[in-house]
């Protein structure tokens, strides 16, 4: 009699267990592998966390045609999931006031609440002062490619006035105030615009959040639920599940995720960054190392940028301008101790001292240099870098102009291990070597 009882039991729960193979076939067509779990005997319900939901290509249909449907119903069939800076009231304090299923918790460092830091006005004299120091102390006056002087020459319209004084309001906006013709303002604009109006920014922010469920495949769901644009330079951003996206969020998402999984870098590493544009890699970076020191170079206009980008998001860390230490550059050693940051112009690059840097990264720049810009930072490269340090390069494969020096021309003193080399997402080679 007992064994027929517990019979009618099981055979009773075969249902249940039924359903719950069901919702599993659910979330394999549904989800990518990593957010994907083993459901229990007792058919708990399917992940009730949303920031580590990652679409498949089913999902993703999915979720562009309940977005499209929300957004031609005005909310009415299906509520939206997605808001935009400067169309819709967004309440980030709201948001993370109490924890829910809905956005990370803990709430993630780089998430900022509200639009409310200002940088001094001391600063934006130290920027403007270094920015001239850059350009009259430089002994090398390399040419530039031809297309990073126009840009130069645009850049300074903006960035100064009439007089040569720094333009503040520009700077405080230069992410959200004027798009110009380079990706370091240019991509900004190119989702939420309001030159769009609000329709076409929503379908475009679509498109932007199903890539971010695409990089999914290839950087960890923890990093990318963690990730979330910087309020600087008051660009308009995409809001999901709590974070600030962008396009250029997403591409530093995969180096981030690269570095972290491929290097191995001392207690306090020193990081050089090769055209850091307006500091967002090293942004991120510095969340995750944040004992590193890090070496921001580019030419004098973006390291304007970089200034008071870096001042906005880092008020309690100790930031180098060149006219801070245009009188110690003899002794860098000192200054890397000294510093979280150091801002430097290419001519300073001899002063950083043999076998000092454990990373240096490139992304995006060398390749589009004069050769002699890039020779002369191949130069650098060999020299400062540590024996077991790591070289990480984004380049393209061949140069489209006589002027180029391109990834395929390099050539190295030093020999490295290839620790990662991929076809880039963004159409050049990856690649990660550690020096020997």
Known sequence: MKNIIYTIKWLVKRPLFLKKEVKNLYQKIVYQPQSQFLLSNDVSPLCPLEPIKFYSFVGRISFALREFIALI????????RILLDGFDNIDMHSIYAIGNDDVPHPKPPLVELKKDRTVDNDIFKTIEKSYFL????DPDKFDRASWWEEMTQAFKRELFDQQGNINQEYLVNFRGLKELPANIVRDQFLVVNRDFGYYISYLKSIDLVLEYHRHAKIVQKEILLSLSESYAGNNLSVH??????????????????????NTKLPKRPVIWEIGAGYGGLARILKSYIPNSCHILLDLPETLTYCGYFIAYNFPNKKVAYLSDIIDRLDEFDKLIAQYDFILIPPW???YIPNSSVDLVIDTYSMSEMSKVYAKYYIKHIDRTLNYGGYFYSINKRFKREDDKYAFYEWKFESEFTT?????????HPQWLGRKI
């Open 73 to 80: 119903s005005n909310g009415v069939i299906f509520k939206k």
């Open 134 to 137: 850059a350009n009259d102390r």
């Open 240 to 261: 999901y599940r709590g974070i600030r996206l962008s396009l250029r969020l997403l591409f530093h998402s995969i180096m981030v995720d690269n570095l972290l999984k």
């Open 348 to 350: 300073v690059s001899p």
């Open 419 to 427: 620790i990662l080399y991929e076809y880039s997402k963004y159409l």
